[in-house]
């Protein structure tokens, strides 16, 4: 391995359950219940595409315009504030790659100016060497195009970059690129089919971290 590349929400911190409560609340003023299979349906998804998805899922929002905005201030906010926590081993794990002098790369939804707010906050960016964002893409994952985009910059063979996931989406789009994919259990309840597709699944970085000392011994 040369690269390891990381999603951003859910995979380095743990931000999908709380835009899950944001997002609950917001639907649960409008007399919906937002369940937490749909939401996790949609995690990973662009943003640019969620009215569609809520749309199809609920019916018609008059509304959504509205609670979007809504959720966007918030999630600015939490951001702002650095409120999410970060994944367990996360900076144990960052710090032995740039040790054994990996490079980092971020592969996000999210859109640059946030998700490098995100990382300056939460004292991450000085890991990461560079970023794909979904406001540079055309299709969100699961389509590859975000994963093919980082292989270009990457610079490196396909079997020297890894790829850290905890979305379908996420995963499917690493896949699809013919990335091999890890899979850090956060928010979203992985299906069989997914699981399948994956290296392995870990709980955390220092299980990720454990799995490379046992490897290596």
């Given at each position: 391995m040369?690269?390891?590349?990381f999603?951003?929400d859910?995979t380095?911190?743990?931000?999908?359950?709380?835009?899950?409560?944001?997002?609950?609340?917001l639907?649960?003023?409008?007399g919906?219940?937002?369940?937490?299979?749909?939401?996790?349906?949609?995690?990973?998804s662009?943003t640019s595409?969620?009215?569609e998805k809520?749309q199809?899922?609920?019916?018609?929002?008059?509304?959504?315009?509205?609670?979007?905005?809504?959720?966007?201030?918030?999630?600015k906010?939490?951001?702002?504030?650095?409120?999410?926590?970060?994944?367990?081993?996360?900076h144990?794990y960052?710090?032995?790659?740039?040790?054994v002098?990996?490079t980092?790369?971020?592969?996000?939804?999210?859109y640059?100016?946030?998700?490098?707010?995100i990382?300056?906050?939460m004292?991450?960016?000085?890991?990461?060497?560079?970023?794909?964002?979904?406001?540079?893409?055309?299709?969100?994952?699961?389509?590859p195009?975000?994963y093919?985009?980082?292989?270009?910059?990457a610079?490196?063979?396909?079997e020297?970059?890894?790829?850290?996931e905890?979305?379908?989406n996420?995963?499917?789009?690493a896949?699809?690129?013919g990335l091999?994919?890890?899979?850090?259990?956060?928010?979203?309840?992985?299906t069989?089919?997914?699981?399948?597709?994956?290296?392995?699944?870990?709980?955390d970085?220092?299980?990720?971290l454990?799995?490379?000392?046992?490897?290596?011994?």
């Amino acid at each position: 391995m040369k690269i390891a590349l990381f999603d951003l929400d859910g995979t380095l911190i743990d931000s999908e359950r709380y835009y899950f409560s944001i997002w609950q609340e917001l639907m649960a003023e409008e007399g919906y219940c937002l369940e937490k299979d749909f939401y996790q349906s949609v995690v990973g998804s662009p943003t640019s595409i969620l009215k569609e998805k809520f749309q199809q899922h609920f019916g018609e929002l008059p509304m959504f315009d509205r609670l979007f905005e809504e959720f966007m201030d918030r999630r600015k906010q939490a951001q702002k504030n650095a409120v999410f926590p970060i994944t367990e081993g996360c900076h144990e794990y960052l710090d032995y790659l740039a040790k054994v002098n990996i490079t980092c790369g971020i592969v996000t939804s999210s859109y640059q100016k946030e998700a490098e707010g995100i990382l300056e906050n939460m004292s991450l960016a000085s890991y990461f060497s560079f970023g794909v964002y979904g406001d540079q893409v055309n299709k969100g994952k699961p389509d590859p195009e975000i994963y093919l985009k980082a292989i270009e910059l990457a610079k490196q063979p396909l079997e020297q970059i890894i790829v850290y996931e905890d979305s379908p989406n996420g995963i499917l789009a690493a896949v699809h690129a013919g990335l091999s994919c890890v899979h850090i259990k956060n928010f979203v309840d992985p299906t069989p089919e997914i699981e399948q597709l994956v290296e392995s699944s870990c709980i955390d970085f220092f299980e990720v971290l454990d799995g490379l000392t046992l490897s290596s011994d």
